[in-house]
């Protein structure tokens, strides 16, 4: 980068090494004023160029993509809706025992399916842990 983008003086590599016989393609990139000030801000802040900050982030099998993300809201969106309506069932259950000293015959049923909900939680949040 030039010393026109902030990274003027930095003793550290920023750019990556050579390779033997070059690095033979080229992408252009084009991003909007907003773009650029976040892209500059986020190599400033990791101390790289913009393309090795791009290329790092791209090839990083770690990261997660937007879809991935979604994907991810979108799971735990629908426990969320699960978790809702266990609840509102429980509470009906505890309703109906407190009023008649009675537990329905489907309590059972309704506490089993909120312990298999609170697995699957805990299993998705034990997945986005390991990432």
Known sequence: MTEGNGFAGWKSRRRRANVDGGRMHRHEVKVSPEEEAQLLALAEKHRVTIPRLLIEAALNEDSESPS??????????????????????????????????????DAAPAIAHARSVIIRIDRQLADMAGR
């Open 68 to 105: 991935e993300r979604r994907d991810q809201f979108m799971q735990l969106s629908n426990l969320q809706r699960l978790v809702g309506s266990v609840a509102n069932n429980i509470n009906q259950i505890a309703r109906h025992a407190n009023a008649t000293g009675e537990v329905p015959a």
